[in-house]
Structure formats: C-alpha cells, structure tokens
C-alpha cells in the first residue's frame, strides 16, 4: 500500500460499557477509496468499534482519526457532518415513517436543501423499489427492502465513509446478492467502507483488505487473499474452536 494518510485511522483504541471492555488496543486504518472487512464471532466487539468510530460509544483510550483529524470524543451527528455514516445491525430504519421521509432523516445534517430532493431520487433510481414504495410505512417493507432503505438513508449524508454491520443478516440468499454487488460499487462513489460481516466469504470476495477480530481484540489482519489462505480462519475466529494455527497473514496490530 502507498504511504497517503489513512481517511480512517484507529490507534490503541479502548472503549466499552461501564467496566466491560468490548474493544481493546484495537489499531487499524482504511484507507480512501477501500472497502475493509472486520471478520469475527459474536461479542467479540466488532459493533462496538463501529459504534465509537460513530461516536456512540466513548473511548477510554486512543485516539480515532478522520483524514488527520481527531474525531474521539465529537458528538455523533458532529461525526456525521465530517463524512461518517454509520449503518447499523438491525438497519435502525424509523418503522412509522414513510420511505422518502427516513430519506430525508438521512439528511439532517446537511445545509443544502435544494440538492436534498435530487439526491432522494438518486436513492430511488440506485434502489428502484424504494421509488415504487417512497409513500409506504418503512415498517411494511419487507427485510431486503428495509437494508435498502438504511443503506440509502445512509448515503443521503453524503458520506465519505460508510461503517456496516451485518448487512446480510436475515436476507434471502438473491437479496443479499443484490446489496453486495451495490456495496462493491460505492468506491466508485467516493465512499470508503468498513464492514462488519459474518459471512466470510461474501466480506472477502468485495474487501481489498480485513481485520479478524476475537475477544475483544484485532489479532489478525491481511489483505483479503491472505485471509483467505488462512484455512481456519472460518472455524478458529467465528467459531471460537481451539486454539489458532498460525495463519498465512500478517499479525494483528
């Protein structure tokens, strides 16, 4: 990889609820234009290093930086407004809200109006079905129409990195399929991802580059063809069995 400054950069970062510890000394950078996955079993804390990216969850140590710039210990919609958008497990869409109004939440923080309606539209072409459905409830949409719906609000931010949790939990295996080959497509849009994903394979096959993380810890890190060459990365990282050969990828920090 070049030397160009990191869009994200994460260095000894500590961060938790209350005296539980769910990241610790987590050190990681995605670079412009990547899209990097962040692999590992459930509880090992990949959610909550999205969320204090996000600001949601506070640091208790390290510092997070967007393209040089501190952002550890800005509010969340402060975040926002730097480029971060983040796109959670469960989709976070607001049920009772029509689809063209959880589009234009998605675009709270931004100041020009008069691109709002175009860019909505924009979301509507990317994601034809939103357009067929933008007057219907949110929470009548079906669980593939409703990730569409997230990702979409997400990008009415505007963002310059996208941070998403589990986008294929609970989709069918042709709606999955779709989203990832839109995910693919978002460098091409000028936004950088960071993707937490349990399905290793589909993570992988968009990823440039991944992180493995495991109680509470990064401990592996490739780039997606060496994470790959590590056989037992599937049943050693998310399936918690034994203890980890040595894999044919670089450590983690």
């Not at 390290?62 to 710039?69: K, P, Q, T």
């Not at 091409?188 to 495991?214: F, H, K, P, W």
Request: proline letters at 5%; aromatic letters at 2%.
């Amino acid at each position: 990889m070049s030397e160009e400054r990191p869009l994200l950069r994460l260095d000894g970062v500590t961060s938790g609820y209350g005296p539980i510890v769910a990241v610790r000394d987590a050190s990681l950078e995605v670079r412009s234009g990547e899209i990097v996955a962040l692999l590992g079993a459930n509880g090992a804390g990949k959610s909550t290093l999205l969320m204090t990216v996000a600001g949601l969850v506070r640091p208790t140590a390290g510092n997070i930086e967007l393209d040089g710039s501190r952002i550890d210990g800005l509010k969340p919609e402060e975040i926002v407004r730097r480029g971060v958008a983040l796109t959670p497990e469960g989709r976070g869409i607001f049920s009772h809200l029509t689809v063209a109004d959880n589009l234009r939440i998605g675009a709270a923080v931004r100041k020009d109006r008069a691109q709002i309606a175009t860019d909505a539209e924009e979301m509507c072409t990317l994601f034809p079905i939103l357009g067929e459905r933008r007057r219907q409830l949110a929470g009548t949409l079906s669980g593939g129409e409703q990730q569409m719906l997230a990702l979409a609000r997400s990008l009415m931010s505007r963002p310059r990195l996208m941070l998403l949790d589990e986008p294929s939990l609970g989709l069918a295996p042709r709606i999955v399929a779709q989203i990832f080959e839109m995910l693919r497509k978002l460098p091409e849009r000028g936004v950088t991802v960071l993707l937490v994903e349990q399905n290793v394979s589909l993570a992988l096959d968009i990823a440039q580059r991944g992180y493995v993380m495991a109680s509470s810890e990064l401990q592996l890190s490739g780039t997606a063809a060496e994470l790959r060459s590590a056989v037992d990365l599937e049943q050693v990282y998310l399936g918690s069995a034994g203890d980890a050969p040595e894999p044919a990828a670089t450590g983690g920090r």
